[in-house]
């Protein structure tokens, strides 16, 4: 007997015996989970959480290697578990020996710091019976006399690390000032380092910069484990409106994978996270509000307001971020319910708010997040794509990792694909699935409405649905059989409408037709590794010569790093939330009858 | 066979039977310990700590009655538990079934309120799908709109709490402003109160107060549950000096105790501790840095360099104190390593920076601060008078509880007394001492040096030390013998010594002569139940008219009651600590000579 057991945060899923284990079902759809033992249950490495579906009992290696609240949480030894219907089981980063492609990567900075917490090296006077100026006021004075620079106030724990640093230090240090408020007090020999992160829905990007220079010492990538509560922010807010609990679950789970990155860039540049004195971090509005502990039940439903739209400075401590006791959180502003920081950052770091022309930009995810630039105004949007390009609800779908087809060519009768680590095929990521059903197009072997035509490599599947073969088993060159179905292309269908839509909704509103359109900008992780002909091919992106088309990486990083060093940049943040002008799709009247003929492959021009 | 066993908080001490258990030996001495099952070790009632000797080992009943938790932190039950030397004994607050005499009480409040933090009620309308201001910018409009007054910040915990508050109440709330910060979004119902703590180093007095219109709605007091710790300063520091845990464990014991009144004080007036918005503590320089979390070793050594003097607000989350989440902490000044913020209050409250004639104020505990005012020059000292007036060292002393001894007369061979609470005497309270020596100086029993003469009520004790009968012992009456000693002299001739060279220091230094002080201003718990024409008998105070001296009461409390209502009365704290001189004690050279001739009976008046 089959099971279908879906492997998270990947996203691949398949049909798995069910006399394997977990171990070797994951084995089986390319899943490479770490193992030490070899699957006889005695090294514990291969903990994963089943979320969905009914398994075997606990067995008596795992009760001696898992901890109660492990156990408790339902922490498995996936070694040691049996599938008993469909499942759907979530395997931690670190049981996971192939890490999933993330993006951390984004333009140099060309611009000059001017960082919000600066650096003053003071040398003190020790205090004697005849001079008993406290601590505190020898610093003040000191910044004065040596900087001209008052402080106004300084941070309970900066005070409380003050006293001994000074005394084990022949009262010299390193005093680190944030706008009038000393924030800490550390070794003359500490440099200003700052912490950038990108917190998506399903990735986080974090980087360590140096605020004096600018330089990005240290960059990771991890996968969101809020992904284990839903794959799209609706099913976690709708977990969170039923039970408040799931929302400190959720901060705290965003919160410990951020800490975690920290420590390890940390440990890479020979740097503590108390080092770190301020952190930006850029996010769409619900895990903006997620991560803030701030309340998102008002997102969920129309006309999801979110609690606060300004940035917000707030101590780390008071979010449980490890960094300096005393240093702050730095959020940008956001726009709307569903246009958060994560897109000022984008529209901050690729100048959208300078550009003289006509510019798009755009965001692929979950949600798309579109902005149009034209004669000084901005106008963004945020569109609902679906999670067809993370790989999820497509049959052979997964995440963006090694061994995934992320490029197709159909020549003919022939498929020639590329996979991720030039590894064996074990399922197609977003960028091929795009491709895939470009080139379906383009040889004609789909139609402008989706629909298979006739085809050598085109069967039916034991549900008769239609399918086209982009490999043939091989079981020798250890191929497995991998299509893309009909089901697979309407939903393509479906999100590559959704983005269309949303740009024709901008274009409209501006005024403007397609052509007028100077430039495009592909910001985020998918964004960089598509081909933009294939998107042109199957209409999700205006047909503009492809060299007025750039891709570049992860903006949203790059903003938030912007922002981390510059306090002229923060301020650029503030006034471009305050610019934009946020278009609510599902107000306008025309909405429904563009995105039912955006459906169509190739770009629709009636408009 | 005997040993000396010392019950804590109270200070009450003295032989008890080794065949006794510690409950029988605690009532043997008049310590009144909560227990239900007539001492059988049933109810569980009985808890208390061994702080120092050997004692028996746990019983079954023990085990089972009290927590792992309990059992490892020495907690025992007095009845279970059998002395195997000298011991001392903490008896918890929960477990003591006679209250201690702490003060709250002090002057009444005649300052119009300006508090820190204001109230305002606000009416925001709805958003809709075509009105999608997010509720923080909402908040800001119409707190200006509707006041005039701008807000520019929102503490995270207030947006946290907004969005509910508005959706639940028809978008009506009550807004609270510190500064230009929102602190908190509150029911529109919701009072505006707040709450002020003196932190003693052995009493903590709370009071929660109408900020709106200066009302004290309750007031409660509480031993300092650190003095398991050590009675002293010195021996607290030093503890932690040894192992930094101690800091943590007793910031956490205050900060409890604090929590603890709060919520009984909460309770009785209907509110919510939640609902306090604001808090002000006091307390001098090592209580003030243990609450905040501050170093205090270097307090511990000379220069004795405090980490902070200016006022510090903190957010009382980072403390641990449970008010409003947004609510601030705010601590008056200190002035020196020991001359606290629990000085600035009382100097505030009893108005000493606006007087115009002569003045001496002064606060008498384990540490003496004095303060002289004479032609608009204010100069504050601090004197270690030791804990003889707790009923420490004294051999029936202990401190003001039902029982104690604390008005004595000698006529003739008679002896009258009052005990506090009109019960069967038990001991000897510091008012009592201060008597009993004066009434022994007066009628010559005792000489200019503390020495006793003969007297019919002189008897020795079986070391061979002489002791004056202040009760002669009546089983009958349930009166045990209590007595005076030769040492008991001796310890109160240090504690007046002190006080009286601080007194002549202070005079020296502004060149005035004893009878040139207008008026004495006496503070404080101790202060309030002295008998001044005792207290100018025996040499403690100058010998002015009576009328001149003023005794206040709790005037730290007063003073920080004033901090919480008036942001003005901040402003005048903050310049009576930068006026006040500071005058070193230690560093004056005539201070042993002075010290000396102030032993006697009497003041001196040879300088």
């Known amino acids: 007997m089959n099971y279908h057991i879906e492997f998270e945060p990947l996203g691949r899923r398949g049909e798995c015996q069910s006399e394997h284990n977990m171990l070797q079902a994951a084995r089986s759809l390319g899943v490479d989970i770490v193992n030490i033992c070899g699957g006889v249950s005695k090294c514990g490495k291969c903990r994963v959480r089943i979320m969905e579906g009914r398994v075997s009992g606990h067995t008596d290696n795992e009760i001696r290697l898992l901890s109660k609240a492990e156990l408790d949480s339902g922490i498995r030894l996936a ?171 959720m901060q705290k789970l965003d919160v410990d994978a951020i800490n975690k990155i920290t420590a390890e860039m940390c440990s890479e540049i020979n740097a503590k996270p108390a080092d770190i004195t301020e952190a930006v971090i850029v996010a769409n509005t619900c895990i903006h509000h997620l991560f803030l502990k701030l309340p998102v039940s008002q997102l969920g439903k129309a006309p999801y307001i979110p609690a606060a739209r300004s940035p917000i400075n707030v101590k780390a401590r008071d979010i449980g971020l490890d960094i300096s006791p ?120 789909i139609d402008i409405k989706g629909n298979f035509r006739e085809h050598r490599r085109i069967i039916k599947d034991n549900d008769g649905m239609l399918e086209f073969l982009l490999t043939e088993a091989d079981s020798k060159k250890n191929i497995p059989e991998i299509s893309i179905t009909q089901k697979d292309i309407r939903q393509l269908q479906l ?27 592909i910001a985020g992780a998918f964004g960089t590794y598509i081909d933009v002909n294939s998107a042109i091919t199957i209409g999700m992106l205006p047909d503009i010569p492809v060299d007025r088309i750039e891709q570049v990486g992860n903006a949203a990083g790059m903003g938030a790093k912007l922002a981390l060093i510059s306090g002229t940049k923060r301020k650029e943040a503030e006034a471009i939330a305050q610019k934009v002008e946020y278009l609510e799709l599902a107000t306008d009247p025309d909405f429904m009858k563009i995105f039912i003929k955006s459906s169509n492959m190739g770009w629709d021009n009636s408009r």
Not at 109 to 126: F, G, M, N, R
Not at 405 to 420: A, K, L, M, P
Not at 496 to 508: D, F, M, N, Y
């Open 495 to 521: 999100a590559k409408g959704a983005i269309s839509t949303a740009i024709q909704l901008l274009l409209k509103k501006h005024n403007l037709r397609d052509k007028e359109i100077d430039q495009i900008i």
């Open 326 to 445: 005393g240093g702050y959180i730095h959020t940008l502003p956001n726009i709307a319910g569903f246009v958060g920081a994560d897109h000022v950052a984008m529209l901050l770091a690729t100048g959208m708010a300078e550009k003289n022309s006509t510019v798009l930009t755009l965001d692929i995810g979950t949600n798309t997040e579109l902005c149009l630039v034209s004669g000084g105004k901005m106008t963004s949007v945020s569109s609902p794509s679906g999670p067809a390009f993370e790989g999820a609800h497509i049959k052979y779908g997964m995440r963006a990792s090694d061994g995934s087809i992320e490029r197709v060519r159909i020549d003919g009768d022939t498929v020639e694909y590329h996979t991720i680590g030039n590894k064996s095929p074990v399922g197609i990521c977003g960028s091929g699935v795009l491709d895939s059903i470009a080139e379906l197009y383009k040889a004609g072997i």
């Open 79 to 249: 070694c040691a578990v049996y599938p008993l219907s469909n499942c759907k089981v979530f395997v931690p980063p670190e049981s996971l020996s192939t890490p999933q492609r993330t993006q951390t990567e984004g333009r140099t900075i060309d611009i000059t710091p001017d960082p919000p917490v600066k650096a003053y090296i003071l040398e003190v006077s020790a205090p004697t019976l005849e001079d008993l100026m406290p601590d505190e006021e020898r610093i003040y004075k000191t910044l004065d006399s040596q900087y001209k620079t008052k402080a106004a106030v300084m941070d309970i724990e900066a005070v409380r690390e003050m006293p001994q640093v000074l005394r084990e230090n022949n009262f010299k240090a390193n005093i680190f000032l944030r706008g009038n408020e000393i924030i800490s007090v550390k070794l003359a020999s500490s440099r200003n380092i700052g912490l950038a992160v990108d917190i998506g829905t399903t990735k986080i990007a974090g980087y360590i910069v140096d605020m004096e220079t600018g330089e990005t010492l240290a960059s990771k990538g991890i996968m969101n484990p809020q992904i284990s509560y839903g794959e799209d922010l609706i099913t976690r807010i709708m977990l969170i409106i039923r039970d408040q609990k799931n929302a400190e679950m």
